[in-house]
């Protein structure tokens, strides 16, 4: 896939502001949010070795793309790539009913507290251009919780080279911005400022053809 550079120069903004950069801590638990990409399964892997957590919450069922990809769930293909990893069962957790953000937030929850388990402090693993809106939507649901978001420390050009559909991962982080600017007024996520020259460059990718995954 070839983009022209005044293009990548608008999904950088974006990529740019997906992003958070939080300084992490030690939490309670991490909850990884299931999806497509093998990388936030194994950047939770590598947080776990690290010992920012003894516990591994993998949270997904099937999403729009992994619907089509895989005949297990999300939270059972990354849990196979703990195990692969040596992580024992016992400290693994699986939540197998969730199709989107807010649900695999929702549920992990969900899961710990049915368990007598609440976390004063999560660390959430995602993919890199969904750090921003993962925040906003656990604040959303849990704003006395602590929470610290990270990803795949990557760069946009070697995470679009290693995917398999790099234009439907344009139109995922325009899609994301979408969703950003929206869903406060919906009640799924608290409100963030979102800066002119992000608008800008959003309502530029729209125009050039990234509207797919639009609300």
């Known amino acids: ?12 903004t974006l990529w740019d502001y997906h992003h958070l950069n939080h300084r992490l801590q030690a939490a309670d638990c991490l909850i990884v949010m299931g999806c497509q990409d093998l990388g936030v399964a194994h950047k939770a892997i590598e ?18 793309i992994t619907k089509d990809l895989w005949r297990k769930s999300e939270a059972d293909i ?14 693994i957790l699986l939540e197998t009913r969730s199709s989107n953000c807010g649900e695999n937030i929702l549920f992990a929850m969900q899961l710990l507290q049915g368990r007598g388990l609440k976390p004063s402090k999560v660390l959430l693993v995602t993919k890199p251009y969904l750090e921003r809106r993962a925040y906003a939507t656990f604040k959303q649901h849990f704003a006395d919780v602590e929470v610290y978001v990270t990803s795949q420390s990557i760069t946009l050009a070697d995470y679009l080279q290693s995917a398999t559909d790099p234009e439907q991962v344009i139109q995922l982080i325009v899609g994301d911005l979408h969703r950003i600017l929206q869903y406060p007024r919906l009640g799924y996520q608290i409100k963030q400022d979102v800066p002119k020259a992000v608008i800008n460059a959003y309502e530029q990718l729209v125009n050039a053809g990234y509207h797919q995954y639009l609300i």
């Open 1 to 12: 896939m070839q983009l022209s550079d005044s293009l990548y120069l608008l999904v950088q």
């Open 47 to 64: 947080l776990y070795q690290q010992n920012y957590s003894e516990l591994l919450l993998f949270s997904g069922g099937f999403g729009k």
């Open 78 to 91: 990354f849990a196979d790539e703990a195990i692969k990893a040596g992580i024992s069962s016992e400290h």
